[in-house]
């Protein structure tokens, strides 16, 4: 992981400037908790081709298409009442239909195909004033990627005694319970050494993965606890710097990488923060309940002093 001690000094200040915004838009997508890290179970700033089911509430700021998918299928109907749990910025195109198990569809513009709505009380609601999200989420979702990438490693990976094909991540939580791991480029995705990784929790209630590269591949089968419900809901793996992310494994743990297109054959157990998504296997609860460093939706001076450290960031790496 590059890290340049001026341009992070310019990022924290640019974050802590941050604090204190209000979100935008939580109104009008009903959100239910405080933060869209923990509100969707899937989000995904411009387009999104989806193929499979998908378990909790999902955004996606430009178009979906696809064949036909099922969103909120573990979502309780009566509890979602009135509560959008599916939101597209522009246009949904399909070649069957889009089913919805609970709550309502927000769209910003139009629909091709057929719609299921199973909720009590469901509707779609059209609101062109949706597609403004968009960019408003995006910049939470680069600000929490800035942040967290940002963070001093604490917890060590090396290969596990006796087991060569196995990486280790061995937790060293601080005193919040925080642990925190880099991944330089080549050391797991799309390495091949590595067969399986395991965990060592030692008692971290909240875990960051930092992973440098640009272009990664799961080539790793997740074992031991990263398997656990707990687990899954409280770590991120934060891809930093990938345009582009395939996962053909079980994946475990939330995925944000806000300026990559994600690809998936296989399940994915934990959230999802991206880009761009072709989802052609499924994205499972739990929503993401770990570390958030706190970064809302910046307004437009915020976003041009942290546009301008990022890109001051990026020059002086050349």
Known sequence: MIRVGGALSV???VLSAAVGVAAVGAGLVNESRAGILQDFNILVTQDMFATSDYEGRAFIGRDLAGPGSTFATQ????AFVGVDTLI???HIQVNNQINLNAGNLRIGGTRTGGLNLNGPGAQQIDDPSVQTLAGDYSAILQGTSAAMSALTPNSTVAPAPMLSNRLRFTANPDANGLAVFDLPAGTLFGNGTFESIDLELNGATAIVINVAGAALTTTFNMVGDWTTPFVRANTMWNFVEAASLTVDRNFNGAILAPEAHLTNTTSIDGSVFVRRFTANGQVHQPNYTGFDPGIPAPGAGVLLAF??????????QR
């Open 11 to 13: 990022r924290r200040a």
């Open 75 to 78: 979502i309780s109907p009566p």
């Open 88 to 90: 597209v910025g522009r």
């Open 307 to 316: 546009g301008a450290a990022m890109a001051g960031s990026r020059r002086r």
